[in-house]
């Protein structure tokens, strides 16, 4: 399991990658470019040689890029499903150029349109995004569910990925927040692999790239996305404690995204608690070493 922590990319790539060193993290992941603009960012190639050959060399051996909130490849309205192709496209290309893990995209919002449409417009985004990249593969993130926001279930993320072409390079990226507002059951170690098992069977265990742990401010079932610091939110610690040791987690980057104990970004001791989770998960399920 690669634990890892959400980072900034201030100042660049290799800032970040020392970032995530400091944090004691195994992955790191960024937002490509500010998630609050639609500007394209481009990283410098001296930046970008410098943090591959990083990369290679660890303790930091993945990254995993955040496309901006901003995106919604779902939307009717032109302006914003071309700024959003454009910017996803583009993700894709610097993942491709920095050797990223993938990008990780909330796949879009209804806004008020019927489902199926809205879901079809998705799946030609995807597909038109994955022609104007080589190689960086797209992980379709659950959502928290709250008012039309596109891929709550598995069956969506299925959907979604069957639109988008079955392209070998689409994949998802589970978040345990998201999973617990939804109402999926993952309170125990046996509930999430029931779960998982779930997921599997609709989505297909190859397409599981990332996963994000994140505990939740909000209740079970409420569908709001409101992340709290590791264990002190609503989900407890035998849930986190099983996303940290779940078996089929076991390859992928899974990353704390925040905020941490000090109301920011990940730190080191939210990674710690972190490692100390993992712990307690592989404890728990007679698997520690
Ligand atoms: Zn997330
Ligand atoms: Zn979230």
Redesign the pocket.
């Known amino acids: 399991m690669l634990i890892g922590g959400h980072v900034s990319p201030a100042g660049g790539l290799v800032k970040a990658f020392h970032r995530g060193v400091e944090r004691d993290c195994d992955a790191i992941q960024i937002f490509n470019q500010s998630p609050r603009a639609w500007r394209l960012q481009h990283y410098r190639p001296d930046d970008v040689e410098e943090f591959r050959r990083l990369l290679a060399g660890g303790p930091v051996r993945a990254i995993v890029l955040h496309a901006i909130y901003l995106i919604n490849p779902a939307s009717k309205d032109e302006t914003v499903r071309r700024k959003s192709l454009e910017a996803l496209a583009h993700a894709l290309r610097v993942g491709d150029q920095v050797g990223a893990h993938g990008v990780v995209v909330h796949p879009g919002s209804q806004v008020g349109e019927p489902l199926d449409e809205s879901i079809d417009r998705v799946g030609e985004a995807i597909r038109i995004v994955l022609s104007e990249s080589e190689r960086c593969p797209l992980l379709l993130e659950n959502t928290?569910g709250a008012g039309g926001t596109i891929g709550r279930s598995f069956d969506e993320l299925a959907r979604l990925i069957e639109l988008g072409g079955g392209d070998p390079r689409l994949g998802i990226c589970l978040?345990s927040?998201?999973m617990f507002a939804m109402g999926f059951e993952v309170c125990t170690a046996d509930e999430l692999s029931g779960t998982i098992e779930r997921c599997i069977e609709v989505v297909g265990a190859e397409r599981l790239g990332c996963v994000h742990v994140?505990d939740s401010k909000a209740s079970f079932g409420s569908n709001r996305?409101r992340?709290a610091p590791l264990g002190e939110g609503e989900m407890g610690r035998e849930a986190l404690a099983a996303f940290y040791s779940e078996p089929r987690f076991e390859d992928l980057p899974v990353i704390f995204e925040g905020p941490g104990l000090e109301g920011r970004g990940a730190a080191l001791a939210d990674i710690e608690i972190a490692r100390g989770l993992r712990e307690e998960g592989l404890r728990a399920r007679g698997l520690a070493r």
């Open positions: 928290a978040d927040c998201h994140n996305d992340h």
